[in-house]
């Protein structure tokens, strides 16, 4: 099973109201497990950066000032997700902008119903009272973090990769990847060359050495092996 799990960095709260994605990383899982393929992209928002955004991310209006703006890497980004359901935290928020910035340049919405895991409504699910920030799942679940300065969309995708599969119970899901695995019948197996046996060689212990080992073993009193009966 393909997922996607991504995160997104924007100007503000809400697209409706101006706000605009700038960031976003995604982290794809084959079965639950990292593949290593990544997609991450910065995007300029043809706007300005307030300063309590930049406070959490550090993306700076003039960082952004040369970066495409998101239409012109739509498509890169929709190749990478394809169809796979998309796993965010708190993922009604990146699914806003996501899907505010695709409906802009005259894409379809993603599907939150069908595609949609939130990671959020996970964690609150199975551990009801605890905190539920990353930062906070990421300690529970003894996650290194300690690289994680600002908010950056592709760290934190790969930080929630590795929560997200805590939160469904660890790596145990592949133990039973051995049984998807197909195996092709090429017929039995040849030796591409005759197998040579050799006759086995016969070591004669000379007779003084049987006679020291023999004087030895009965110098030893009180052996581990126990008394040894004598015929």
């Given amino acids: 099973m393909r997922e996607i799990v991504f995160d997104t960095e924007t100007t503000g709260f809400k697209f409706a109201e101006g706000d605009r994605m700038v960031e976003i990383g995604c982290v794809e899982l084959f ?39 998101f239409a012109a890497g739509v498509a890169d980004l929709l190749d990478f997700i394809g169809d796979a359901p998309l796993i965010a935290h708190n993922a009604g928020f990146d699914f806003a902008f996501l899907n505010g910035e695709l409906g802009a340049c005259g894409f379809p919405p993603i599907c939150t119903k069908t595609r949609m895991v939130d990671t959020l409504q996970i964690a609150r699910s199975k551990h009801p009272g605890a905190k539920h920030t990353l930062d906070a799942l990421c300690s529970r679940f003894g996650i290194d973090r300690s690289h994680r300065v600002l908010h950056g969309a592709l760290l934190d995708a790969q930080l929630l990769a590795q929560v997200y599969v805590e939160l469904m ?19 039995p197996v040849v030796a591409s060359t005759p197998r040579i046996v050799r006759p086995p060689r016969v070591f004669a212990v000379p007779e003084g050495e049987l006679r020291a080992h023999a004087a030895f073993m009965k110098g030893i009193t009180d052996p581990l092996w126990g008394a040894v009966a004598s015929g």
């Fill in 31 to 69: 079965n639950r497990v990292e593949t290593g393929r990544t997609f991450h992209a910065y995007y300029c928002p043809q706007r300005d950066m307030p300063v309590e955004a930049f406070n959490v991310h550090g993306l700076s209006t003039q960082f952004l000032s040369d970066k495409p703006v």
């Fill in 169 to 187: 119970g660890g790596r145990q899901i592949g133990l039973g990847l051995l049984s998807d695995i197909v195996v092709a019948d090429t017929g």
